[in-house]
């Protein structure tokens, strides 16, 4: 079995997956680059002279209305959704590769129509085009990720995934940082300029690597899934074995149901549980009230008056990134995804709702303004260390083989759908001509940490060093979420034992060479993610 040879190599013999990994997860950069930029944009008089208005009540003189400051977060996350939700139509006419080419195209795009307009609507426009972009990039690209990665470091695999999107906000904010000091359309026009350079890396680097070999078998394309596998594998390694698992449990995926598409998601009990575990263990993410810090930390920090709001950016997220590389040390030995989740919402209600308290006491002090960024630190560390990395693990390892494109962008754009609704909001909380709530906007959000963590402590499945085949085979034997943890798997599917939907299956015969099936396997062909 492939989850044998797992257990028999390490990080040395797979260099090979884990740097073609490290190539995809440079996706998650951009997306992380663009919000990095974004968010400090909102805070720089170059841009605000542009887009927003004279307001000499406030700490830089210049604010931008409420409604603005919606849609210029709001778009991007926008098309995300849109796109992500597309992922089983990409899946089905493109592939993996095909859409991160087409999501790097509207990124040079985009990103141009941003540096050269100076209308409202044009920004619109290249704020929603960015976003489609985007959403194919952290759809597809963490499909490929989940895919091609051996089980035992496959969350190793998506820690470097969300490492990078820490990453990219932190370069996104340092930039922002020095361009703050320049007075001009300069200000917003070189950063936006440094959006192209990853684009152009995965243009290129996407020449040199393979196709997923579990979307090209889906497509009924063994012989290319063998290739792909052993460009992915070291020397040794027993392709044909991991490939025999991927047939297999495609055949027990087709006993259940052999169609594909959003409407199968929610047909048998199987996959409609998969799909509802998939969808709410990715979007827990929104539910930690993430998007507010990352979207609105530069902004919220200057109207809070709370020290220098760049430089605080800056330590917020570079925090974030070193707690996102101790996690990338640790997930493979130590990677449990309940107990990782379940700490990690705790410690981030409790940051909020004690950020809450003390602004409400103490409102605009230093005093408080410490207290503030100290507990935005420790918030950040608690969801990049803790939540971040599993939420997406959860979001793509719980999917079915022949759905998870389905799946994984139905869970992604409702993941995107939480984030929109997050920045969609946000300023009516925080913009001090509205609501001007500041820090207090974190009582909303502790309680939205406790539902949260009780789900996933009560629901989710431990899958920690599981392959997709060997959870895959859990799951079509009913295996309780609370039993996953210890469960042994034999390699064999229950579900090939029962006997088969005549309208769902496809027999040898049905291939148009006349013969008649020799056994009661089931041929997949044609199957799709």
Same mark, same amino acid.
């Given at each position: 079995?492939?989850?044998?040879?797992?257990?028999?190599?390490?990080?040395?013999?797979?260099?090979?997956?884990?740097?073609?990994?490290?190539?995809?997860?440079?996706?998650?950069?951009?997306?992380?680059?663009?919000?990095?930029?974004?968010?400090?944009?909102?805070?720089?008089?170059?841009?605000?002279?542009?887009?927003?208005?004279?307001?000499?009540?406030?700490?830089?003189?210049?604010?931008?209305?409420?409604?603005?400051?919606?849609?210029?977060?709001?778009?991007?996350?926008?098309?995300?959704?849109?796109?992500?939700?597309?992922?089983?139509?990409?899946?089905?006419?493109?592939?993996?590769?095909?859409?991160?080419?087409?999501?790097?195209?509207?990124?040079?795009?985009?990103?141009?129509?941003?540096?050269?307009?100076?209308?409202?609507?044009?920004?619109?426009?290249? !704020?929603?085009?960015?976003? =489609? +972009?985007?959403?194919? $990039?952290? &759809?597809? @690209?963490?499909?490929?990720?989940?895919?091609?990665?051996?089980?035992?470091?496959?969350?190793?695999?998506?820690?470097?995934?969300?490492?990078?999107?820490?990453?990219?906000?932190?370069?996104?904010?340092?930039?922002?940082?020095?361009?703050?000091?320049?007075?001009?359309?300069?200000?917003?026009?070189?950063?936006?300029?440094?959006?192209?350079?990853?684009?152009?890396?995965?243009?290129?680097?996407?020449?040199?690597?393979?196709?997923?070999?579990?979307?090209?078998?889906?497509?009924?394309?063994?012989?290319?899934?063998?290739?792909?596998?052993?460009?992915?594998?070291?020397?040794?390694?027993?392709?044909?074995?991991?490939?025999?698992?991927?047939?297999?449990?495609?055949?027990?995926?087709?006993?259940?149901?052999?169609?594909?598409?959003?409407?199968?998601?929610?047909?048998?009990?199987?996959? !409609?549980?998969?799909?509802? =575990? +998939?969808?709410?263990? $990715?979007? &827990?993410? @929104?539910?930690?009230?993430?998007?507010?810090?990352?979207?609105?930390?530069?902004?919220?920090?200057?109207?809070?008056?709370?020290?220098?709001?760049?430089?605080?950016?800056?330590?917020?997220?570079?925090?974030?990134?070193?707690?996102?590389?101790?996690?990338?040390?640790?997930?493979?030995?130590?990677?449990?995804?309940?107990?990782?989740?379940?700490?990690?919402?705790?410690?981030?209600?409790?940051?909020?709702?004690?950020?809450?308290?003390?602004?409400?006491?103490?409102?605009?002090?230093?005093?408080?303004?410490?207290?503030?960024?100290?507990?935005?630190?420790?918030?950040?560390?608690?969801?990049?260390?803790?939540?971040?990395?599993?939420?997406?693990?959860?979001?793509?390892?719980?999917?079915?083989?022949?759905?998870?494109?389905?799946?994984?962008?139905?869970?992604?754009?409702?993941?995107?759908?939480?984030?929109?609704?997050?920045?969609?909001?946000?300023?009516?909380?925080?913009?001090?001509?509205?609501?001007?709530?500041?820090?207090?906007?974190?009582?909303?959000?502790?309680?939205?940490?406790?539902?949260?963590?009780?789900?996933?402590?009560?629901?989710?499945?431990?899958?920690?060093?599981?392959?997709?085949?060997?959870?895959?085979?859990?799951?079509?034997?009913?295996?309780?979420?609370?039993?996953?943890?210890?469960?042994?798997?034999?390699?064999?599917?229950?579900?090939?034992?029962?006997?088969?939907?005549?309208?769902?299956?496809?027999?040898?015969?049905?291939?148009?060479?006349?013969?008649?099936?020799?056994?009661?396997?089931?041929?997949?062909?044609?199957?799709?993610?």
């Amino acid at each position: 079995m492939a989850s044998d040879q797992d257990q028999k190599t390490g990080m040395k013999e797979h260099w090979k997956a884990l740097l073609i990994i490290c190539l995809v997860s440079l996706s998650s950069f951009q997306y992380g680059l663009d919000f990095g930029i974004i968010g400090g944009l909102q805070a720089m008089i170059g841009f605000l002279q542009v887009f927003g208005q004279r307001a000499p009540d406030t700490p830089l003189g210049w604010n931008i209305n409420a409604e603005r400051q919606q849609l210029i977060s709001s778009l991007m996350i926008l098309g995300a959704f849109i796109s992500s939700s597309t992922a089983g139509f990409t899946a089905k006419y493109f592939g993996r590769k095909m859409s991160l080419w087409i999501a790097c195209i509207g990124v040079f795009l985009s990103t141009a129509v941003m540096q050269a307009t100076t209308d409202i609507g044009g920004l619109y426009a290249g !704020r929603l085009i960015i976003g =489609l +972009s985007n959403g194919l $990039l952290m &759809t597809h @690209a963490q499909l490929y990720i989940q895919e091609c990665a051996p089980g035992r470091y496959r969350g190793f695999g998506i820690s470097i995934f969300t490492y990078w999107v820490s990453v990219g906000s932190l370069v996104g904010t340092v930039i922002d940082n020095f361009a703050a000091k320049i007075h001009s359309r300069n200000a917003y026009i070189i950063p936006l300029g440094i959006v192209h350079f990853i684009p152009l890396v995965l243009t290129i680097g996407l020449f040199f690597i393979p196709e997923s070999p579990r979307w090209l078998a889906t497509k009924g394309r063994m012989e290319e899934a063998e290739r792909a596998l052993r460009r992915l594998r070291p020397a040794g390694w027993s392709v044909t074995d991991e490939l025999d698992e991927m047939k297999t449990t495609l055949a027990a995926e087709a006993r259940l149901q052999s169609s594909v598409g959003y409407r199968t998601l929610f047909q048998n009990p199987i996959d !409609r549980r998969r799909t509802i =575990l +998939s969808v709410l263990g $990715l979007t &827990t993410q @929104a539910a930690s009230g993430a998007m507010f810090v990352i979207s609105y930390g530069t902004y919220f920090f200057e109207m809070a008056n709370v020290g220098n709001a760049f430089e605080n950016s800056c330590i917020l997220t570079g925090t974030g990134v070193a707690a996102l590389l101790f996690n990338a040390l640790i997930i493979t030995k130590y990677g449990r995804r309940r107990v990782m989740m379940v700490t990690g919402f705790i410690v981030c209600g409790l940051s909020q709702l004690v950020m809450a308290i003390v602004y409400t006491i103490e409102p605009g002090t230093p005093k408080t303004g410490k207290v503030i960024v100290g507990l935005s630190v420790i918030y950040i560390v608690a969801y990049n260390a803790l939540i971040s990395t599993y939420a997406w693990l959860s979001g793509g390892e719980l999917a079915s083989q022949r759905l998870r494109s389905h799946t994984f962008g139905l869970a992604t754009a409702l993941g995107f759908f939480g984030a929109w609704l997050t920045t969609f909001t946000a300023p009516y909380f925080i913009n001090p001509l509205k609501l001007g709530w500041g820090p207090k906007y974190g009582y909303i959000w502790t309680g939205s940490c406790v539902i949260a963590g009780t789900w996933i402590w009560l629901y989710l499945p431990e899958v920690k060093g599981r392959t997709l085949e060997q959870i895959d085979e859990m799951f079509e034997a009913r295996v309780p979420a609370r039993k996953f943890r210890k469960y042994r798997c034999t390699g064999h599917h229950v579900t090939l034992d029962e006997k088969p939907q005549a309208d769902h299956v496809e027999s040898q015969s049905s291939h148009g060479d006349g013969s008649e099936p020799k056994d009661s396997t089931t041929i997949v062909s044609g199957t799709e993610i």
